[in-house]
Each structure stands twice: as structure tokens, then as C-alpha cells.
């Protein structure tokens, strides 16, 4: 069965800090990935997916984040965080199987804390 | 556009009592997802449907969890009888024919059952 794994639960981060959340997933075919986000008192939203071509992705707000298949992980980042970057960030997988595509799987979540 | 609704946004309620929720997709999106989060834990798939039909509801409770979209646009998920390990928020998503790996999520229905 697929998995994702995130290892940090709560990071905390004064501003101005670098930011890297990592993400690990099990899955040994083609996969789509994805980090949502969810500010205090907001919905999830999508913050950036990586479907196919080039590795790493550009989303919202000066995150990136980069696929590498070799190590099964789409770590997020961001050079230089904010405290409007506080929220809970979620990755997730689904797996693509020919023309159709897999439930989406959340990892656990890993809340930021940024301090100003 | 406007975006997933859903209600009511918190519920509380007795062990044993019945309880439904209520969501209102994008307009023109053909698939609705109910997901359960309950806290500390990702968002967990409890049921997808493709218009009116279902696609997937093999981790739904269904001695005790029913979902139904009947015209293929809005949808109620009921708990029947609710046990205090209910207790979680209940996202409902949809997507469009077109992009159906980007899922917009609503709110969410914050449950507590005592």
C-alpha cells in the first residue's frame, strides 16, 4: 500500500530562516505529488504538484519543491520564510496507473511556526 | 468561483446520536470526495463519486457511514450511530473532468462526539 512519511512534525523558524520539509513516499511507479497548506482558520489549498518534466516545480508564495525519484522524495522549500508562512503543510501522493489515477494519500503534516 | 461549501462548519453531539453533513461542490465539478482528518493525521479518503455514481468507498464504515449524491451536484455524509472515535474534521473536495488530480476542498465540518 502506498505511504507517505513526514518526518518533522513542528518546525519552528524565525523569519528570514531557509525552509526545507521533507517528504518521503512508497510507491515504485508514476506518481503525482503535491503540497497543500492550511493557514490557521483556512481551508486546504494547493500550494504546488509536480505531474511530469522537470524536477523541480515552482509554486505559490516562493515555495519550490523538487522531485527526486531516486530517493522516492518531494522535499518543500522556501529561502526565505515569513510569519504569514505559519500554517500546517501537507504532502501527498497519488498514484497514476495508465490513462487513470490512484486515491490521493496525505502524509501526517508538519506545522511551521515562524517567528517574527 | 466560488468554492466548496460545506455545513455545518461544527457539530457536537452525544455518542450513539446520528449526524449528516452537507457539501456543495465547484459548479461543474463531476467528482466529490469526503475525506476524514482526524487530529494529527493527514487527511484520510472516505468516499469518491463520479457524478452520481461511486467510485470508491472501500475505507467508508459502512455499518455505520452513508454517503449519497443523488443529482450528481451536492452531497450529505451520515454517521449513524456515531462513536467518540468519529471525532475529526470531515473535508469534502471536488474536481473538474478536466483536472481531476487538483482537488479544491472546502471548509470542513469540525465533529466532537461526547
Known amino acids: 500500500a502506498q505511504s507517505v512519511s513526514q518526518h518533522n512534525h513542528h518546525v519552528i523558524l524565525s523569519e528570514a530562516a531557509s525552509l526545507e520539509l521533507g517528504c518521503n513516499y512508497s510507491y515504485g511507479g508514476t506518481v503525482n505529488l503535491f503540497w497543500y497548506v492550511q493557514y490557521p482558520g483556512q481551508h486546504l489549498q494547493l500550494l504546488l504538484k509536480?505531474?511530469?518534466?522537470?524536477?523541480l516545480v515552482k509554486g505559490i508564495k516562493g515555495f519550490e519543491a523538487e522531485f527526486i525519484k531516486s530517493k522516492f522524495s518531494f522535499n518543500l522549500r522556501k529561502p526565505s520564510v515569513q510569519w504569514s508562512d505559519t500554517a500546517e503543510y501537507f504532502c501527498?501522493?497519488?498514484?497514476?496507473?495508465?490513462?487513470?489515477?490512484?486515491?490521493?494519500?496525505f502524509g501526517k503534516g508538519t506545522k511551521l511556526s515562524v517567528k517574527p | 468561483e466560488a468554492g466548496v461549501a460545506q455545513s455545518p462548519r461544527y457539530k457536537i453531539i452525544e455518542k450513539r446520536q446520528s449526524v449528516a453533513f452537507w457539501c456543495n461542490p465547484i459548479s461543474g465539478h463531476a467528482t466529490l470526495y469526503w475525506y476524514q482528518q482526524i487530529l494529527g493525521q493527514g487527511p484520510k479518503l472516505l468516499i469518491q463519486?463520479?457524478?452520481?455514481?461511486?467510485?470508491?468507498d472501500s475505507q467508508l464504515p459502512k455499518d455505520r457511514f452513508s454517503a449519497e449524491r443523488l443529482k450528481g451536484v451536492d452531497s450529505t455524509l451520515k454517521i449513524q450511530p456515531a462513536k467518540l472515535e468519529d471525532s475529526a474534521v470531515y473535508l469534502c473536495?471536488?474536481?473538474?473532468?478536466?483536472?481531476?488530480?487538483?482537488?479544491?476542498f472546502g471548509p470542513g465540518t469540525r465533529l466532537t462526539v461526547t
Open positions: 501527498a501522493v497519488n498514484a497514476r496507473y495508465g490513462g487513470s489515477q490512484g486515491n490521493l494519500i
Open positions: 509536480y505531474f511530469s518534466g522537470d524536477p
Open positions: 463519486f463520479q457524478n452520481n455514481g461511486v467510485v470508491d
Open positions: 473536495a471536488s474536481s473538474s473532468p478536466l483536472l481531476t488530480y487538483e482537488q479544491y
